[in-house]
């Protein structure tokens, strides 16, 4: 008897073949598609960041950038260059997209300049670069250009918030050392201790330049603080002795301090000193020795007693989100509080992860509170007010005692001094 196999059971066994093979294909052709869209991604990324490097360090005294090329029916490329426009540019390194990739954004016909300003590497404008396949536009891929320089893939790398050393304060910071900001380009501080001087940080610059003095000199072993309200005023709080005056106004268009009514002063006002401005109002604390707490009407110039805080010691600091003010007990201790404005009360909130020592400072973005704890360490936390949780952020770049401050620009970046007679002066973007 012989045995063979049908033409039927043949076709069959060469169809099986078939759609293997082709399934095989297609995912080896769909696998490399994605490895050439990865890879793209990441060579734009590197030139990128090689522009905005050179642009830091000014690399032959100029801006750098890089020009994204959509011809319509032509090349798709883009370009290394030197200058402030690419119109007027020195170019330098040229790269074509590989033929299976192309742009989305720019569209078809359009290009992008992303140029990158000296010192800070902020970009001239935020944007975004867009690469999908030609044969499948479902895979693609969106490379971002934030407005604080940071340049990522949101849709497929891990977002890691990140600290930055910046220009050294124009001398050393010491007790009494505060931050507050103005707009998207301006950082204020106070040096402290027994120093009157009062700086201002140009973002854009990357520089310090020294202002008015404060009338009085923080002094030594005390504490003083900075909040701004609006676009042209920032008020100045000082520890002061029973008479001295402790409260003022820096007016910026100006260029000039004026004395204010002081916080009544009954015995003084003591380290720490926590300044806060909510809308038209100024809330504000006398200090260790006492728990009163007042709030002052920037329209009438008058202090108003509230409802007694509890007492704050040193490495105290406190933040406001809407109608709360939040707030640390300093002394190494780990208490959290939050006062309420409606309701005129204070109460109790979860412990933060360690006691908060000198140099602890506060600062809000959107509904998180970021917290400095101080006392020589480099301890970062994120307090968030939804969920009443702490959790740890990445360390500062150094140790933070007395003089310790923080401040926010925007919505993701905060501006930080190292205080402990240092010049440390930090950024921290956050993702």
Partial sequence: MKYGFTIIELLIVIGIVVIVA??????????RGEKYLDLTSQEIINVLRDAQDRSISREEDGHWGVHFENSAGGDNFYELFKGASYADSVKYSRFSLKPSIKFNDPASGANTDIIFQPITGWPNTPTTIKISSKNDSSKNTTIVISANGLISLPSSLPQISSWTSLVPTLASIDAGG?????????VYALRGAAYSAFWKYTISAGNWQSLP???????????GDLVSVGNDSI???RAADAGQDNFWRYN???GNWTNLADIPNVGGLYYPIVLIAVGNEIYANKGTTLNNFYKYNISTGIWTMLANSPLLYDGSDATVIGNAIYATKGSYEKI???YTISSNSWSNLADAPLGIGLGGSLTTVGTDIYALRGEGTNNFWKYDTLTNIWSDAANALGDV???GSLTTVGTDTIYALGGWDTTSFWRFDIF
């Fill in 178 to 186: 505060s931050l507050t900001s103005v707009g998207a380009d301006a």
């Fill in 252 to 254: 910026i268009s100006a």
């Fill in 22 to 31: 082709v399934a095989g294909f297609l995912g080896l052709y769909s696998f």
């Fill in 235 to 237: 008020y100045a709080l």
């Fill in 336 to 338: 959290f509080y939050k």
């Fill in 213 to 223: 003095d404060v009338p009085g000199q923080i002094g030594v072993g005390v504490d």
């Fill in 401 to 403: 005692y007395d003089g």
